[in-house]
């Protein structure tokens, strides 16, 4: 047998081949035959006519006044003379005597049948062990056989029969550890050579910690294999497939020698990554679906989390073992559903934006895994185009039991990127965000969950954002919208200023918005100057007032080209409700003309008094022109002059632009 599934195999006259499952002391292997649906029983035998040392043992924790029995002298080593022949060695046995309690003693030989290497003769000529010479019999040539090498040892002074009488072969062992932490941190991470010495569960092991004989509990960094419970009368009942993990964690690792990667100790508990020559038993558990990824552990992993990620993903894929029952989160969505390319349109907050796609429909993307505060990190998340991965769709949830409101509704959770960079993680480093914890059954998480959790911790250890020590700053921001008092003290300063720098905040219509003033940390509602836009539906003391024709798609316009964008804006007066009017220009668009241009507007007669009246006409005639959309109420409108100037009056009837309104 090769490879780390290469096992101690037994094979007894006539009786199926058997493996091994331990070397309990220099005269007892457990050994159990082929596994066939699951773990296979095991089996003691215990060397005939031989007896080497015992090895030491814990005195029970319920029993304080007992004291721990040391090994006797060569104890350790005549296991461990045992372990290293027989572990991973086709071998086979005989039973000679079977006692009335079931105890079983017999030959073992290394190979395939009795001409190879006697077990018990090759200890005793090491001075491993000693003849039962009480029950020798004169005419059994193998007894005698015994006896012999055994008074060749003792002339050769092997072994025990070496001078001194072998205290220096008793191991000082290390069963508490005062301070686990600082030994952890001692060992820098390095490689310790050791010997699993049992095995608890799939992902917990007991280890002898070579050279120095500490006997420490390890749980495998990162993955947890189904567990035995213990009930309240005393008995393990197994978790799902816990046999089948402890089985294979046992055949691959029991008594191998191993190195130990000891990683962390949170509460007592060390963690640390097995490594065998044939392969690293977490990445197998997980491949084989034999365990399920730990958040909270695998951050100290130091063989690379996403090969754990990896090897789950592998084993969700083909549905094995414990995931047999398993369903992806997005397993019932098309592709084109599940990875797609869109054009932020919307900061909803800094982790939901509004996208466009390809097809014109817009979609509301939540960042996967994390929960931003309040307003912070909103125009960190400002972007163009964006690559977008769908991770899981949250279902909606009631407010209450008896509730059909839902307190949220369902939400799309993705992973948005641009140009490589995980917008999610971005965030959280810079500590504009948290990421959220799950169950460990959940699995609607992002799919780099790991790359954000590790972003938050460097940013925790930084102080960044909100992790910092320092004093939150407050934003303070005046909104004046709609008090008149107040934007008539701003309206000289703003007058003064020219173009002002603004961000867009809300669109109410084509041409009505809610701008942010970052220089005068102040809200201000804007009108746009020199032209008329379609109205929008809206309630009026009279009942609903129908919405102009256009109307959405000037407003749609609008939020495509400003919305949450820097711009430039030139304010020139204010109306009674203390609305600001001007102009807003972005990256050399005037928004009016933009608008006019593309037949969503008209132009309103007081943009005549404006440096960009010619701009407007040419613009408005241009998409009169065209004969679409509101245009064609133009077509069959004479044109009227103003009195005074003899200008043409835009517009099919000069009295109805005359009408006082609010423009919107």
């Known amino acids: 047998m090769a490879g780390h599934e290469s096992l101690l195999e037994l ?76 572990i991973g060695k086709e071998v086979c046995f005989t039973v000679e005597v079977k006692t009335a309690l079931g105890r079983e003693y017999g030959m073992v030989y290394l190979g395939r049948d009795t001409t190879g290497e006697n077990i018990a003769e090759s200890l005793v000529n090491e001075g491993l062990a000693t003849v039962r010479r009480e029950g020798i019999r004169g005419n059994n040539p193998d007894q005698a056989r015994l006896c012999d090498l055994e008074d060749q040892a003792k002339a050769s002074k092997k072994g025990m029969w070496t001078e001194g009488g072998g205290t220096n072969t008793v191991r000082d062992l290390k069963y508490i550890i005062e301070n686990p932490r600082n030994f952890v941190d001692s060992m820098h991470q390095k490689p310790v050579n050791a010997v699993i010495e049992h095995v608890r569960d799939g992902s917990v092991v007991r280890a002898l910690l070579l050279p120095d004989y500490y006997l420490v509990t390890v749980m495998l960094s990162g993955v947890k294999c189904p567990t035995f419970k213990r009930e309240a009368d005393g008995t393990e009942s197994p978790e799902p497939f816990a046999a089948e993990a402890k089985f294979f964690t046992e055949s691959r ?69 414990i995931w047999k029952d398993y369903v992806a989160p997005t397993a019932n969505m098309d592709q084109k559903d599940r990875q797609f390319v869109a054009k932020v349109m919307q900061v909803v907050n800094a982790d939901a934006v509004v996208v466009k796609l390809n097809s014109g429909e817009y979609k509301t993307i939540h960042l996967s895994s994390i929960r931003p505060p309040r307003i912070e990190g ?81 940013a925790i250890k930084n102080g960044k954002g909100l992790h910092s020590k320092k004093e939150v700053p407050i934003h303070r921001v005046a909104d004046i919208s709609g008090e008149t008092q107040k934007a008539k003290q701003f309206l000289p300063f703003l007058q003064r200023a020219g173009r002002s720098e603004a961000v867009v905040e809300y669109v109410f219509s084509g041409s009505r918005l809610k701008l942010y003033m970052p220089k005068e940390t102040c809200l201000i509602t804007f009108l746009l100057a020199g032209i ?7 309630n ?28 430039e804006v030139e304010v020139e007066s204010m109306d009674k409700a203390g609305n600001f009017i001007g102009w807003l220009h972005i990256e050399g668009v005037n928004l009016s003309v933009a608008l006019v241009e593309n037949a969503l507007s008209k132009v309103h007669f007081t943009a005549e008094r404006s440096s960009y009246y010619k701009t407007l006409v040419s613009g408005e005639e241009a998409s009169r022109l065209r004969k679409d959309k509101v245009s064609p109420q133009f077509r069959s409108s004479r044109i009227h002059l103003y009195p005074n100037t003899g200008d043409p009056i835009p517009g099919p009837d000069p009295e109805f632009l005359m009408k006082p309104r609010v423009w919107v």
């Open 253 to 321: 690792l029991l008594q191998r020698d191993v190195q130990i990667i000891l990683e962390s100790c949170p509460n007592q508990v060390i963690l640390g990554t097995i490594l065998h020559p044939n392969g690293n038993i977490t990445e197998l558990l997980l491949k084989e679906g034999f365990a399920r990824c730990v958040d909270w552990s695998m951050a100290v992993y130091t063989q690379g989390a996403e090969k754990l990620r990896a090897g789950e993903k592998s084993a969700k894929e083909r549905k094995v073992r």
């Open 532 to 538: 008329e836009c379609p109205r929008g539906s809206r």
């Open 11 to 86: 094979r007894p006259l006539s009786v199926p081949p058997v493996l091994s499952s331990g070397v309990l002391s220099g005269c007892a292997i457990i050994v159990r035959g082929q596994p066939r649906g699951g773990p296979p029983p095991e089996r003691q035998i215990n060397l005939s006519n031989i007896r080497t040392g015992a090895l030491a043992r814990r005195a029970p924790q319920s029993q304080p006044d007992q004291k721990d029995t040391p090994d006797e002298p060569y104890a350790f080593q005549a296991r461990e003379f045992l372990r290293k022949m027989l």
């Open 378 to 458: 909103e125009r960190f998340a400002t972007l163009s185009i964006v690559n977008v991965t769908v991770d899981y769709i949250r279902a909606a949830t009631s407010a209450s039991e008896t509730s059909t409101i839902p307190a949220f509704a369902e939400r799309t959770c993705a992973t948005v990127t641009i140009g490589g960079i995980n917008i999610a993680e971005a965030l959280v480093s810079k500590g504009f965000a948290t990421v959220i914890r799950y169950r460990q059954d959940d699995d609607q998480r992002s799919s780099h969950y790991d790359e954000l959790l590790a972003a938050e911790a460097r």
């Open 540 to 567: 009026m003391p009279g009942g609903m007032q129908v919405a102009e024709p256009f109307s959405d798609e000037a407003m749609a316009f609008t939020k495509e080209l400003v919305l949450q964008r820097e711009v």
